[in-house]
């Protein structure tokens, strides 16, 4: 079964300062994988996805994920982080056999002044 | 572009009680998702259909919870008798299809008390 692990559950970031969120994934074939961003009482919006091809995903709001097969990792990236940029980040793997996505538990972004 | 609506917004019932949720997906998405979203946990796939026939189900706990997409547009996630442990926030979400983005609503928090 395809599992996520996202093992930092709480990071703070100065603003202006990079950022990298870590995830994790467990799938026996090639996996799809998302970033979707959470914000307080809202749904999730899609950062961005790997389905094939360049391991180096560009996404919305400036942020960018690196396939790393070897590693079976999806980490999120932003060079400067902006104070709206405090949410909730999840990521999610997602296969062609249940077509549904399973999310890692959330890692939460806190931006200081 | 409307997105993905879901009502009520909020929900507080007595246990033993039920309660039920409404969803509109997108225009035009054949496929439609349920998750539970537990408060500090990621977001669960309770059920998913493709028009209104169901291709996962196997995360639903059947004695208490029902979905149906008549028509293959709304659908109605319902569930008889809440528990406490019901408490959560019930995401629904829509995609084209298989592997296309999914789009989530802003979701229905239920209380269980």
Known sequence: ??????PDIHITVSEGASLELRCNYSYGATPY????VQSPGQGLQLLLKYFSGDTLVQGIKGFEAEFKRSQSSFNLRKPSVHWSDAAEYFCAVGDTGRRALTFGSGTRLQVQP | EAGVAQSPRYKIIEKRQSVA???NPISGHATLYWYQQILGQGPKLLIQFQNNGVVDDSQLPKDRFSAERLKGVDST???QPAKLEDSAVYLCASSLGQLDTIYFGEGSWLTVV
């Open chain 2, 77 to 79: 996630l319902k569930i």
């Open chain 1, 1 to 6: 079964a395809q599992s996520v692990t996202q």
């Open chain 1, 33 to 36: 994988l998302f970033w979707y």
């Open chain 2, 21 to 23: 949720f409404w969803c």
